[in-house]
């Protein structure tokens, strides 16, 4: 696999997990999910996380990206310790830091694009129209600024999440299974974005995918198997 051509070799650690552990009930039984999993991803990197489904996947990213507290274990974020902090300490982090971009877009029907990517900025408390309107521009839909999700193919809401991923101007953007609800084509030009923007903008890229092919795409592909790091 080629290096991200903006990637230096010394690139420093942005993320650091030692022995992740956890597990769900269900009924009686305890699955164990992840069984110690340690790993660290790099400034500038597109990793992409595959393995079987229920291997633990969408869980080890979740926890990488302070979304779900792990039962034990640590996950160190450009030097600090994710889940030690306050939970204010922690969205703060969330929101200014990290973007995610999930399978199912979690676009609000009601709302346009431009006002969909503008959401993120609000939570902050500093509404940014111009700047949600740039982010639409980077992923292509700077003339699709007025339209309802309705209006929008599948393709273009995913774009749409992925600028509101990128409104913060965060280091690392988590996708989970961004390419799960559309066709090729059009999922091979959103792998395509997302890539570039680790190209072109020093962003770092973790991706969970079932594909195995699109797997190869990254600096590094992790696979997970009963809940444990083979590659």
């Keep these: 696999m080629t290096p991200s051509p903006n990637r230096s070799p010394f690139a420093s650690q942005l993320i650091v997990a030692r022995d992740l552990r956890r597990s769900f009930k ?5 699955i164990e999910v992840l069984r110690g999993i340690s790993t660290e991803i790099q400034r500038g990197e597109a990793v992409f996380l595959c393995g ?56 609000l029907p009601e709302l346009t694009a431009v006002e969909n990517v503008m959401l993120a900025t609000l939570i902050g408390g500093k509404p940014r ?48 299974e961004p390419t799960g609800n559309l066709d090729s084509k059009t999922g091979e ?3 395509e974005l997302l890539l570039g923007l680790v190209r072109d903008h020093g962003k770092t890229l973790v991706v969970v995918t079932h594909d195995a092919e699109l797997a190869t795409r990254g600096d590094r592909r992790l696979e997970i198997r009963d809940g444990l790091l083979v590659a």
């Design 189 to 191: 030009g959103i792998v």
């Design 129 to 176: 129209p111009d700047d949600a309107a740039e982010s639409l521009a980077r992923v292509g839909l700077g003339d699709r600024l007025h339209h309802l999700p309705a209006e929008l193919s599948g393709g273009e809401q995913q774009r749409v999440a992925i600028a509101r991923a990128l409104i913060n101007d965060p280091s690392v953007i988590f996708a989970d």
């Design 26 to 30: 269900i009924g009686p039984r305890t």
């Design 52 to 107: 079987a489904s229920g291997a633990g996947k969408t869980t080890l990213l979740y926890t990488l990206a302070g979304l779900e507290r792990p039962e034990s274990g640590t996950v160190e974020f450009d030097g600090m310790r994710l889940y030690e902090g306050g939970e204010a300490m922690q969205a703060r982090l969330r929101n200014e830091r990290i973007g995610f971009v999930f399978q199912g877009y979690f676009l």
